[in-house]
């Protein structure tokens, strides 16, 4: 059973930044891409940021410069470095990871980022 725990949510004023954690119950490494999703109020949950296994990264285009993804294969986990935070940026964010052996994909339970102005 895969298991996907976030961590580094919170408030911060515009222009701050956070670090968001996402780590694995066992290797990242059956994974063929993980990632990171939000969703604000009244909105659909859209990507932010995506990783390969091989190290190939995508960013949305609201948040591109100011957010990272990275990994650490020893620790299990990915990261979302987010700098220059803005209001818009306010949402829960999930992590999420697609199975390289099936076409199964996890997801960890949210955590919350609140940016004010």
Sequence with gaps: QVQLVESGGGL???GGSLRLSCAASGSIFRFKAMGWYRQAP???RE???RITSSGTTNTADSVKGRFTISRDNAKNTWYLQMNSLKPEDTAVYYCNADSSLSSKEYWGQG???TVSS
């Design 12 to 14: 911060v004023q515009a």
């Design 42 to 44: 009244g909105k659909e």
């Design 47 to 49: 990507l932010v940021a």
């Design 111 to 113: 955590t919350q980022v």
